[in-house]
């Protein structure tokens, strides 16, 4: 499981950062890609990566402004062309079919695949046997989301080697033991599989704010998270300004991420106007409530390891 950010600016793209876009890369769970917001140009940040359009199978929006949406229509299409056939589900606040819809239709563009739209309210938005998300409406002025990702508990290894030493031969054998089942070998012995299996591994949680001021719902989104993504448009002198657009501070999303108890913050939607240090510096005033804060660049890409591999 791996992030990778394909724009980290705030409004409109610039030289050093595109708008936002950010990939959840799920290859080795699901063999697919999750997009959260697809601002202008995020097909052409794609063309930089090693991310195939035909793998991403779920695309999150958290609001309808211009900088999270207009690259929407473009990858769809380029996403037919370019080999992806199989259905792509779309996510996001009531309004974001029709604009979808619309531009295909102005345009005359024709689909390899079909569409199908998830227009959202607050709770679980999408669950299967691997993962749950749910979202939380945020303090933005427009309709804006958070999405909290929660991967299921992953199913202990089997100790293969254990079971060869007692001259258990491979086979449908292991699958039993593998579900936890008694089983009776020939000469009538008996075995448990649950004193073969190894401990749970619990899953992973990656929580992705849309723009927000600092609220309640983003600390219920981040608690216990792996990793918090949260936007940081303004810097920690700047509290009144980000309260009056809607936005937060350094020190707010340090704060979000202190109070929900999250394990890394990671610090987006950059405003145009910080460049090279002054970034940086972003980084540091967050780092003063929360050290473990990173700022992403377009192009990072920040990996996701299960709690018991961080120890090792």
């Known amino acids: 499981?791996?992030?990778?950010?394909?724009?980290?600016?705030?409004?409109?793209?610039?030289?050093?950062?595109n708008v936002?876009?950010?990939a959840l890369k799920l290859l080795d769970e699901r063999n697919a890609v999750w997009l959260f917001d697809c601002g202008e140009g995020t097909q052409m940040q794609i063309l930089?990566?090693?991310i195939r359009p035909r793998k991403i199978e779920k695309i999150f929006i958290t609001h309808l402004h211009g900088d999270h949406i207009f690259g929407l229509p473009g990858l769809i299409s380029s996403r037919s062309f370019q080999g992806g056939n199989e259905p792509l589900e779309i996510y996001g606040p009531v309004g974001i079919k029709q604009f979808v819809l619309n531009a295909l239709k102005l345009s005359q563009t024709r689909l390899a695949y079909s569409l199908k739209f998830i227009e959202i309210k607050t709770g679980v938005v999408f669950q299967d046997k691997q993962f749950t998300v749910t979202c939380e409406l945020l303090d933005h002025g427009i309709e804006s989301y958070g999405y909290r990702v929660v991967e299921h508990e992953h199913a202990g290894e089997l100790q293969v080697a254990k079971l060869i030493e007692l001259g258990i031969p491979a086979g449908p054998i292991f699958g039993r033991l593998k579900k936890g089942e008694t089983v009776t070998l020939p000469n009538g012995e008996l075995i448990n599989g649950k004193d073969y299996v190894g401990q749970a591994k619990k899953g992973r949680?990656?929580?992705?704010l849309g723009d927000t001021r600092m609220s309640d719902a983003s600390v219920k989104l981040a608690q216990n998270a792996d990793v918090l993504v949260h936007e940081s448009t303004f810097n920690k002198t700047e509290a009144k300004m980000a309260r009056n657009y809607f936005h937060s501070t350094t020190h707010q999303a340090a704060e979000v991420a202190k109070n929900a108890h999250a394990k890394r913050l990671i610090l987006t939607h950059i405003s145009a106007r910080y460049l090279a240090q002054d970034a940086l510096n972003l980084e540091k005033e967050a780092q003063e409530?929360?050290?473990?804060?990173?700022?992403?660049?377009?192009f990072d890409i920040v990996a996701i390891p299960f709690e018991d591999e961080l120890k090792e």
């Not at 394909?6 to 409004?11: F, V």
């Not at 949680?205 to 992705?208: D, E, F, L, Q, R």
């Not at 929360?290 to 660049?297: C, G």
């Open 205 to 208: 949680i990656v929580t992705i």
């Open 20 to 22: 936002t876009s950010i």
């Open 1 to 17: 499981m791996e992030l990778e950010f394909l724009g980290t600016g705030a409004g409109v793209p610039a030289k050093h950062r």
């Open 48 to 50: 930089r990566t090693n």
């Open 289 to 298: 409530i929360f050290p473990n804060t990173k700022i992403a660049k377009d």
